[in-house]
């Protein structure tokens, strides 16, 4: 039989039941939308987080000390459970090691509010860094803050947050966690609002950033020196380039396990985490991928059901549609006939559901993403899968009931009341 | 094959016996032998389990005999494939059923053309014949019509076009008035009649009399074995069982009245079939 006359006759087939093939297709439907859905989602929460910093990374290594399960198995992400072990003893012989650059300090103040022209929003922290933390960012307008003063730059995001936009120039009011609250003079806006930095996290939000030697104010006892000094719970170490950069790692580690300030003042159960950009971009994805895939597991269960509604449906159709069966091989249909046929409407079924679910998939991922507010990402090679596996699931549903029609017994399926 | 198989019996069939594994051996049919010449027209009449059914199915290829040779078109049934025995079957047999057995969601000229497509005839080619062989069979205006917009003697009549279909070597009905009140039951046997004038090989299964005896010769089935081979002195035809008709209900019922009872009883059977 021609393919196309085996189309058209399945395609009335499937028409004669409207409803009842409406239920099966919608069956695929939900499960080709969910995996479409979770896989957009998983794309746009990717982008979400890492963004743009999956791009070059400039050579630096970052380093805190992490409880040691989380640090040895990578979770947690960059500076997860880092204690106040580094200090300005520590950064300054780290700064004078062999291909190091600069090290710089990454301090949170922990605040509760900030206030603008009368308008006060919360806050949970603000970032302290030296100046050169900041110099490879590109600058809106403004200049960087110097040390020891009381300048403050902002993303354009936290610029924009207030009723009124803070320009430069204009005084912010920042509120402490302690309850205190400090005046400062914004002196630069930054171009993005992109994270500066793997501790900052990788999303967009709004940061303000102080200089660290005015607003950072934990201390500890050095231990070689026993001055009292900052200490920081995260720094990061710039290596002279990227050639340098794997020594760099090592000796930054070797330091720190060896003889450093840090290595006294570490708790037991912690360990020191020294990663570069790319390990931590790299830990980061792994970990979204494996989210990823666990809802996306689920949802191909949800497929799974779908095609055994197909199937379960072919067999229904093939019991009531036994007589007609045997008309066909007494009218000289082969058994590749048969087959073909509920194999052919099978797979319409199959693609049907699979071209409505991307829709549904893509309409799904849409609105997910602008609820939870993420940038909206399309992982198109994963629309074709879909379709793909929506025909590829219609066939082999199709295929056990058709193989049963296939073998029906003309004389037996004549007498078939 | 075709070109030998002229001069050649349209069915042969030598010493068949067919088995059935029942527990225990049934015999369906024991020794038989029969040709089916070409261009004639046979009745095979014979009781309940003596054969009938199992006869019909050997010639229409739709079953094997355990002994015994079997030839349909000059070809060796029994040598057969499963697959060439199929196509024997589509483009070689043409079958009437008692129940019609129309394809419920195909219209008229789709069933018609059913045999076609599974052949390989072109859709252009096959519309063309379906339309022929509809307009033939007295319904060439009722060709886009479903199964269930039409009455137990029309659907007949396209189950008949479709045996017809792929100008099949015989033409095998299994009761085909039983469905059928008694004028439209004509109507189809006047039909049968047109085909056997047009050189068509029909071979007719039925338990009545009047319905076998519109056939050239009768063969007698009993418990499997052919009993008898009757030859039918005095064919029944249209004209005569027009004029038994006449003689019957008395004053002669006009034709148009006898047609509407027709239509309305066989409406009403089909109804019963349905449910």
């Not at chain 2, 019996?9 to 527990?23: I, Q, W």
Request: hydrophobic residues 40%; glycine residues 10%.
């Amino acid at each position: 039989m021609e393919f196309v006359q085996s189309l058209r006759m399945a395609w009335s087939a499937i028409r004669s039941h409207k409803l009842r093939s409406a239920l099966t297709t919608l069956g695929v439907v939900i499960g080709i939308a969910a995996v479409i859905t979770f896989v957009t989602l998983g794309a746009s929460l990717q982008a979400a987080v890492i963004g743009d910093v999956g791009g070059d990374q400039p050579p630096v290594v970052n380093v805190w000390a992490g409880p040691e399960d989380a640090v040895g198995s990578g979770q947690g992400g960059p500076g997860f459970g880092a204690q106040p072990v580094l200090t300005q003893h520590d950064v300054d012989r780290l700064e004078r090691l062999n291909g190091v650059d600069s090290v710089d300090p990454y301090g949170r103040v922990a605040t509760t509010a900030l206030e603008y022209g009368g308008d006060r929003v919360a806050s949970d922290g603000i970032v302290a860094v030296t100046p050169a933390y900041l110099e490879d960012e590109p600058l809106g307008e403004g200049r960087y803050f110097e040390s020891g003063t009381r300048e403050a730059v902002l993303n354009p995001r936290a610029a924009e947050q207030f009723d009124t936009n803070v320009t430069v120039g204009s005084e912010l009011t920042i509120t402490l966690a302690n309850g205190s609250t400090r005046a400062v003079t914004v002196v630069g806006i930054l171009e993005e609002s992109t994270s500066t930095g793997p501790f900052e996290g990788f999303s967009t939000s709004p940061r303000v950033y102080v200089p660290v030697d005015t607003f950072y104010t934990d201390t500890v006892t050095t231990p070689t020196t026993g001055e009292q000094a900052r200490v920081y719970r995260t720094i990061s170490v710039t290596a002279t380039g990227h050639g340098a950069l794997p020594d760099v790692q090592d000796r930054v580690r070797s330091y720190l396990e060896e003889d450093s300030d840090a290595a006294q003042l570490v708790p037991s159960g912690y360990v020191f985490a020294v990663r570069t950009n790319e390990e931590l971009v790299a830990q980061i994805q792994s970990l979204l991928d494996q989210l990823t895939g666990f809802v996306t597991g689920i949802a191909l269960l949800s497929l799974l059901v779908g095609s055994i509604g197909i199937a379960n449906i072919m067999l229904v159709s093939v019991t009531e549609r036994t007589r007609e069966i045997g008309i066909m091989k007494a009218v000289g249909a082969q058994r590749r006939d048969v087959l073909q046929l509920f194999l052919v409407e099978a797979s319409i079924i199959g693609a049907i559901g699979a071209v409505l679910g991307t829709l549904l998939g893509i309409a799904g991922g849409w609105a997910a993403t602008s609820l939870l507010d993420f940038p909206l990402e399309f992982p198109l090679e994963w629309f074709g899968i879909a379709v793909a596996v929506g025909m590829l699931v219609g066939v082999l549903a199709g295929l056990y009931p058709a193989w049963n029609a296939s073998r029906l017994d003309p004389i037996e399926s004549l007498r078939y009341e | 094959m075709a070109s030998t198989a002229e001069s050649e019996a349209a069915v042969s069939l030598a010493d068949v016996t067919k088995t059935y594994d029942m527990g225990g051996t049934v015999y369906a049919l024991r020794d038989l032998s029969l040709e089916v010449p070409r261009g004639s027209y046979t009745a095979v009449m014979g009781p309940s389990g003596s054969g009938k059914s199992t006869l019909l199915n050997l010639v229409g290829c739709l079953d094997t005999p355990t002994e015994g040779g079997l030839t349909v078109d000059g070809a060796d049934v029994v040598a057969m494939s499963d697959r060439e025995r199929t196509r024997l079957r589509g483009g070689e047999i043409g079958f009437v059923f008692q129940t019609f057995n129309l394809m419920p969601k195909l219209t008229a000229a789709e069933n018609v053309a059913l045999p076609m497509v599974f052949q390989g005839v072109s859709r252009g080619e096959r519309s063309t014949r379906a339309a022929e062989l509809l307009e033939q069979v007295g319904l060439g205006d009722r060709t886009g019509h479903r199964p269930n917009e039409l009455s137990g003697g029309q659907r007949q009549r396209v189950a008949i076009a479709r045996a017809l279909a792929n100008d099949p070597t015989l033409l095998l009905a299994d009761e085909p008035t039983g469905n059928l009140d008694t004028e439209t039951g004509r109507e189809i046997m006047a039909l049968f009649e047109r085909l056997y004038q047009r050189g068509n090989t029909i071979l007719v299964v039925t338990h009545e009399r009047d319905i076998a005896e519109h056939a050239e010769r009768i063969v007698h089935l009993l418990d499997g074995e052919l009993e008898r081979v009757e030859t039918v002195d005095e064919r029944r035809t249209p004209e005569t069982d027009a004029a038994l008709a006449a003689d019957v209900s008395g004053d002669g019922a006009s034709g148009a009245e006898g047609e509407t009872t027709a239509a309305a009883e066989s409406d009403s059977a089909s109804a019963t079939e349905e449910a």
